[in-house]
């Protein structure tokens, strides 16, 4: 069984393709790219799928409820409405997101810069959208490896946490020596991270937040991990 863990990185994606123990890193240039993979029989990806139209999405409120306790529920950003992707205007952006929600709320910028990458992979989903690939939250994949995760993962202690957890289930260290030149080692962790929650998925054992709610476009409202 061969499956993918993606999350974004500049403009592009850090791909952990995973096999058993072993996991290879490397780098996908757009959503489409991460699509063509056909030889994994799922694709776990850290960005938002199904869109809301005018409210918060279920998945993100219990995800970040779960996080809460355990040092990263600011870490679940809320998704932006669809009709934000009708721009690349943080301005319009934000007015948009008024207009549809009720009482009315904004993307943040941090969530906004996330605007181009959730828009691609909306287009390159297709419709209807590809049955094998599936939201997932890196945070989620950690505290369910092990709940002492707890330092953010930019500093020392939280990397190494991470490190330590990934390392009861796939080979990391081999990977990370073996990464493309330039790749930050968080983005690094986070892709293995969503590679084992792919893993999880593709073996029937995974969680999941969120119920079956679908967007406008039958895209499952759901974070699995």
Not at 38 to 45: H, L, Q, S, W
Not at 164 to 171: F, I, N
Request: net charge neutral.
């Amino acid at each position: 069984m061969t499956v993918l863990g993606v999350d974004g990185w500049r403009g592009a994606w850090v791909g952990a393709r995973l096999e058993g123990r072993t996991v290879t890193l490397g780098v996908l240039r757009d959503a489409r790219e991460v699509l063509a993979m056909t030889d994994v029989e799922v694709i776990g990806i850290d960005m938002p799928i199904g869109l809301p139209d005018n409210e918060s999405r279920r998945c993100d409120d219990e995800a970040r409820e779960l996080l809460r306790g355990l040092g990263a529920g600011s870490s679940v950003f809320p998704t932006p409405v669809r009709a934000v992707l009708a721009t690349d205007d943080y301005a319009e952006a934000r007015a948009l997101s008024r207009a549809a929600t009720n009482p009315p709320r904004a993307p943040s910028a941090q969530a906004f810069q996330l605007v181009k990458a959730i828009r691609a992979l909306d287009e390159a989903l297709g419709d209807p959208p590809a049955g094998h690939v599936f939201e997932v939250h890196p945070e989620l994949a950690f505290r369910a490896l092990d709940p002492g995760v707890r330092d953010p993962k930019l500093t020392a202690r939280g990397m190494a946490q991470r490190l330590a957890a990934l390392r009861r289930v796939m080979d990391v260290e081999q990977a990370l020596l073996a990464a493309p030149a330039r790749v930050p080692a968080a983005d690094a962790l986070d892709a293995c991270a969503a590679a084992w929650s792919a893993q999880r998925i593709a073996a029937g054992r995974a969680e999941s937040a969120g119920d079956d709610a679908r967007d406008a476009r039958r895209r499952p409202m759901r974070i699995s991990w």
